[in-house]
């Protein structure tokens, strides 16, 4: 238990559909984090939010859209997605007081796109 | 950004003590080295940090030289359970929060 939760674990979505993948964090952490991970590669950043504001897009495609409604929230909103797509998605936070790159991550949704 | 270079992958022997290294020439002044440990479909979990000089804890020790260009994770005696993907990382207060990971090692141990 690191104390960043995901939901839902495992998502199914059509290229048409539109999805959501939910990120909450009880350690008072004030920076949140969206990285993508597909098979066998290295993990990329794709979203940083700071105090609820946006201060990374690391050249993200529209259709992931991210919203960050407090400090303990993150979501990743989907749509239109494309097969290639799918892949593990991985919230993560720390405090961006002490900012020493000491993340905390969450066990990950698993995308499929059909 | 403090780009980081591990070997791809890594195999040991049940018992032995493992070193991996980084190597990060391009570190900054304010940047700490992180080390994770990653088992497939799951989260990376933070395994030991450091700034200068050796740290210890429970399950690794973390060997910084004095420039600061590379380091060692050090992990004792390891057994099957250690099989995993492990990720350096390089970023501190000067870089916000950017925290980009490299390629990572893929340690496999041996019976």
């Known amino acids: 238990e690191t104390g960043v939760t995901q939901t839902p674990r495992h998502l199914v979505m059509g290229m048409t559909n539109k999805k959501s993948l939910k990120c909450e964090q009880h350690l008072g952490h004030n920076a949140m984090y969206w990285y993508k991970q597909s098979a066998k590669k290295p993990l990329e950043l794709m979203f940083v939010y700071n105090f609820k504001e946006q201060t990374e897009n690391n050249s993200v495609p529209s259709r992931f859209s991210p919203e960050c409604p407090n400090s303990s929230h993150l979501f990743l909103h989907l749509h239109t997605l494309q097969p290639e797509d799918s892949a593990l998605y991985l919230c993560?936070?720390?405090?961006?007081?002490?900012?020493?790159?000491?993340?905390?991550f969450g066990e990950g949704s698993r995308l499929t796109v059909l | 950004l403090a780009k980081t270079t591990q070997p791809i992958s890594m195999d040991s022997y049940e018992g032995q003590e493992v070193n991996i290294t980084c190597s990060h020439n391009?570190?900054?002044?304010?940047?700490?080295i992180t080390w994770y440990q990653q088992f497939p479909s799951q989260g990376p979990r933070f395994i030991i940090q450091?700034?200068?000089t050796k740290v210890t804890n429970e399950v690794a020790s973390l060997f910084i030289p004095a420039d600061r260009k590379s380091s060692t994770l050090s992990l004792p005696r390891v057994s099957l359970s250690d099989t995993a993907v492990y990720y350096c990382?390089?970023?501190?207060?000067?870089?916000?929060?950017?925290?980009?990971f490299g390629t990572g090692t893929s340690l496999t141990v041996i019976p």
């Open positions: 450091g700034y200068k």
């Open positions: 990382l390089v970023g501190g207060r000067g870089t916000g929060n950017q925290f980009y």
């Open positions: 993560a936070s720390s405090n961006d007081r002490a900012n020493t790159g000491e993340l905390f």
């Open positions: 391009n570190i900054a002044t304010n940047d700490y």
